[in-house]
C-alpha cells in the first residue's frame, strides 16, 4: 500500500511526462505508443479503421492509445459521450464525428498542455459539439446524470483510486447509460519491483490490475451488463527487439519478470462495457 505522499508523487510524475508528451519534449511513450513508429500504423494494429483516422486530426495522434473504445460503445447520433483521460482529443474527435451536431462530447484531462492542444484543434477545425475541461477522473467536472455513453483509452490504470473513478462514471451516466473503455490489464501478478517502476506506471503497467479484479470494480460500482474481453496488446516487444516504448519499461523492470517472459505475458488490452441501471 503506498503512501499519500507516494501517490501524490507518482501523480506528479504522471502528469510532468503526459505534459512533456503534448509539448512534444518527449516521444508519445505512454500507454500504446509506437514512439519510432507510425502513429496511424500502430492506430490500424489496435483496431481504428482508414476511415476513422481520416476524421481523426493528425495532431491529435500521439500514439497513446491501447485499443478502440469507440468501436464497442456503438455511438449514435444525438448523444453526449465524456472522455476519461482525453489527452489532445484523438478519441474525441471521432466520438464528435459520430454524435453529430445534435451530439455533444465532453473530454477531461488533468495535464493542461494536453487541454491546450486538444482546444486549439477544435479551434481551427470549428468543432462546435466537442469541449475540453480540466479535472481529474476521479472527480469528474461533470453533472449527475448528465452523459449517455463514457468512454475511456488507457487511462484508467493510472489512477490510484480505480473505484472512485468507476463510482464517479456511474454518477455522470444517465440511467440505462453504457460505458465503453480499453485498458491496461493484467493477466498474472506482477513482481513487486515492476510494480514500485515509476517508468512502468508512466507506461500504464505497473498501475493495472488483474482482470478479475477489473470486473469486480465495475461490479461495484453498480454497473449491469458487464463484459470483459481480453486481446492482445501489440505495443510491447515479444522479444529483445520491437518498439522504444516496450523497451524502455521492460528495460526498467527486466530484473523484476520471471525467466523468460516478457511485458506480454502480464499484461493485455481489456475492453471494458457496462450499462448503469434504467
Known amino acids: 500500500m503506498k503512501s499519500k505522499e507516494q501517490k501524490r508523487e507518482i501523480s506528479k510524475v504522471v502528469r510532468e511526462s503526459y505534459g512533456k508528451i503534448a509539448k512534444g519534449d518527449l516521444p508519445g511513450c505512454g500507454c500504446g505508443c509506437s514512439c519510432s ?7 490500424k494494429l489496435l483496431g481504428y479503421t482508414g476511415n476513422e483516422l481520416s476524421v481523426i486530426p493528425d495532431e491529435a495522434n500521439l500514439a497513446l492509445s491501447c485499443g478502440n473504445p469507440t468501436a464497442v460503445a456503438a455511438l449514435n447520433q444525438g448523444e453526449v459521450v465524456l472522455d476519461l483521460g482525453s489527452g489532445a482529443g484523438f478519441d474525441c474527435f471521432l466520438a464528435a464525428a459520430r454524435v453529430g451536431n ?14 491546450e492542444k486538444a482546444r486549439n484543434i477544435a479551434d481551427r ?18 453533472a449527475d446524470n448528465s452523459v449517455d455513453v463514457v468512454i475511456s483509452n488507457c487511462v484508467i ?32 501478478e506482477l513482481p513487486e519491483a515492476a510494480i ?17 479484479k477489473y470486473r469486480e470494480l465495475v461490479e461495484n460500482a453498480g454497473f449491469t451488463d458487464v463484459r470483459l474481453d481480453v486481446k492482445k496488446y501489440p505495443g510491447f516487444p ?25 511485458l506480454g505475458d502480464y499484461v493485455s488490452t481489456v475492453y471494458v462495457t457496462a450499462r448503469k441501471k434504467s
Open 37 to 43: 513508429g507510425d502513429s496511424k500504423e500502430f492506430a
Open 102 to 115: 445534435s451530439g455533444r462530447v465532453i473530454g477531461v484531462d488533468m495535464t493542461p498542455e494536453m487541454l
Open 125 to 142: 477545425d470549428n468543432l462546435s459539439n466537442v469541449e475540453f475541461r480540466l479535472g481529474e477522473i476521479e472527480n469528474l467536472p461533470v
Open 157 to 188: 490504470n493510472l489512477s490510484q483510486e480505480k473505484e472512485r473513478v468507476f463510482r464517479e462514471i456511474h454518477r455522470a451516466l444517465k440511467p440505462g447509460g453504457r460505458i465503453a473503455v480499453s485498458d491496461m490489464a493484467l493477466t498474472r
Open 196 to 212: 514500485d517502476s515509476i517508468e512502468a506506471y508512466v507506461g500504464c503497467v505497473a498501475g493495472a490490475v488483474l482482470v478479475e
Open 238 to 262: 515479444a522479444s529483445g527487439d520491437g518498439n522504444e516504448n516496450g523497451k524502455s519499461v521492460e528495460n526498467a523492470i527486466a530484473e523484476a519478470l520471471e525467466s523468460g517472459l516478457t
